[in-house]
């Protein structure tokens, strides 16, 4: 026989209940500097493994790339601004607005867009062993910068970069990619033979790379405007599309789509020789 009490908007039965299913373990409590307590999430891991949590590759791979193109790694990148001093100087950037337009075209169409597409073909060549190939393209991308202050910019970072990689991160066969490359290595180039070299994935190095070209630059108009740190936070979160539309380019294109229709920032460089007052060195 079952007894039933009745109580005010609720059912109660006297049977015996079934056994409970196994609850998730809840968030472990803490108490703060008050006494008050909070919830500290917390998740275990599963029979498959913890999703969140990175393999011993994958956070190699995140923390090199984060040491690499950090704005603190001394390949000397604070020293030069790609023209933009002379841009600035000429009144073509005057403020956030006009600054984000001018690194915008520099990224999809000239030579970020140009830097990304030398990385990726470096990258896939280094990984496949192709010393021919790797060669070429070294050769090619110290050859198609547009200005004598340009080729100092990128061949300095890139020597500074490979002698660092060299001398704190070496590895099996990293020196015979540089040998490979048989003559100058430009800063591009130099990002995606040591990123292959450490098994660092392709589109990884890609956009950290494009990421880091772009904060360099808007550090360089910063400080040339100048502009605060939020304008300039304003300015990299607008770029953030145009990056990753760079980087998708970058991914699939040929040698044969290289090609740059920035010229006016072409000749920013070019006229960047020989201004009278500069802070940079190009």
Sequence with gaps: MITTTAIPMLMTANKTPATPRRRAAKPAAATNKSGKRVETSFSEPSAAGDQNVLSESEAAALYRLMTWLSPSFPVGAFSYSSGIEWAVEAGDIVDAASLRDWLGAMLAEGSGFCDGVFLVHAHRAASSRGVIALGNIA??????????????????????????????????????????????????????????????????????????????????????????????????ALLEPVVAATARRALTATLDDLGSATFRADLASMRHETQYTRLFRS
């Design 139 to 236: 050769e090619l991308a110290a050859a198609f910068v547009p200005s004598r202050e340009r080729q100092l910019e990128t061949s300095a970072q890139g020597r500074a970069f490979i002698d660092i990689a060299r001398a704190a991160w070496n590895c099996d066969g990293l020196d015979r990619l540089i040998s490979d490359c048989n003559g100058t290595i430009v800063y591009p180039v130099a990002v995606g033979l040591v990123s292959a070299a450490h098994a660092i994935p392709l589109a990884r190095t890609l956009h950290g790379f494009l990421h880091a070209l772009a904060s360099n630059w808007i550090s360089a108009g910063a400080r040339l405007v100048p502009l605060g740190q939020t304008d300039s936070q304003r300015v990299l």
